[in-house]
């Protein structure tokens, strides 16, 4: 629900501007001067994000390799209780069973904690740079005299003269090296 309301703000947001330049008298439109950034774009190309992502990379191919090494015991464990349930007696093979289920619920679990670990990790990353970006935005913004600068995706047209994604990325950079 808080995510559909996430992605419907941008939209009315561009929606309210474009109706608020609308009204405006033509003579005073302009002074209008409108800006759009692509702030994925900027978190994937800025210095600060690539090296955050190959540190996620190397977060979640270490998950992987931990998973991968559980699935191989599970799997290990899986084949050898098939192949020598019938020749056990009823507790021993009640016990295999067991610990074959317990190893199942271990991955599952180690599973999940994986996934969560991997999205806080990719929160705590990216925070940072986008509260940053906020600002480099804002002296952009107060520097080049912009009515408005809006992300990319709550507009539904605009020429490519009035992006200023890789003006974001550039600045970002030299702030923050």
């Known amino acids: 629900m808080f995510m559909a309301r996430v992605k419907i703000l941008p939209v009315l947001f561009a929606a309210l501007a ?16 409108l800006a759009v950034v692509d702030l994925n774009r900027c978190v994937r190309e ?3 994000g690539k090296r955050s992502q190959a540190e996620l990379q190397r977060r ?18 899986q084949k050898e209780l098939e192949n020598t349930a019938m020749l056990l007696k009823p507790e021993a093979r009640q016990a ?3 610990d074959f289920e317990r190893k199942v619920r271990r991955l599952r679990d180690r599973q999940r ?11 705590d990353a990216f925070r ?10 804002k002296q952009i913004g ?22 200023i994604t890789s003006q974001v990325i550039a600045a970002y950079d030299k702030a923050h090296p």
Request: aromatic residues 6%; glycine residues 2%.
């Open 18 to 33: 474009t109706a608020l330049i609308w009204s405006v008298p033509v003579a005073a439109q302009a002074e209008v001067k």
């Open 46 to 48: 800025c210095k600060q």
């Open 60 to 77: 979640a191919q270490d998950f992987e390799n931990e998973l991968k090494s559980l699935q191989t015991e599970v799997s290990t464990m």
């Open 96 to 98: 295999k069973e067991r």
């Open 113 to 123: 904690e994986a996934k969560q670990d991997m999205m806080e990790a990719q929160r």
């Open 128 to 137: 940072p740079i986008l509260n940053n970006l906020g600002k480099v935005i």
């Open 142 to 163: 107060a520097q080049g005299k912009y009515t408005m600068i809006t992300e990319s995706k709550a507009a539904l047209y605009y020429p490519s003269s009035v992006d």
